[in-house]
Nanobody
């Protein structure tokens, strides 16, 4: 079992920046594909960005060029740097770890990001 704990959410003005962090509880963190998902009120949860154990990344079209996902396996932590934030980025952001060998998913509890003036 891997526990994931997000932090770094909050209220920010349009055009501002936030960095989310997701800390994993076990050393097996480094074999997981890690992702950030978000869910806005009344909408389905969607993938924002993901990073494999080897460092390959992919992004939703809506955040390309504004968000950057990275990981520090020594710290069992994945980050989401969010720049040029827009009101439509407002959502609860969830960290997810995927173990492809065992086909298991682990989710964090979520952190609220609100972009508003």
């Amino acid at each position: 079992q891997v526990q994931l704990v997000e932090s770094g959410g909050g209220l920010v003005q349009p055009g501002g920046s936030l960095r989310l962090s997701c800390a994993g509880s076990r050393s097996t963190f480094n074999i997981l594909t890690m992702g950030w998902h978000r869910q806005a009120p009344g909408k389905q949860r969607e993938l924002v960005a993901a990073i494999t154990s080897g460092g390959s990344t992919n992004y939703a079209d809506s955040v390309k060029g504004r968000f950057t996902i990275s990981r520090d396996n020594a710290k069992n932590t994945v980050y989401l740097q969010m720049n040029s934030l827009k009101p439509e980025d407002t959502a609860v952001y969830y960290c997810k770890g995927h173990n492809d060998f065992f086909k298991l998913d682990y989710w964090g509890q979520g952190t609220q990001v609100t972009v508003s003036s």
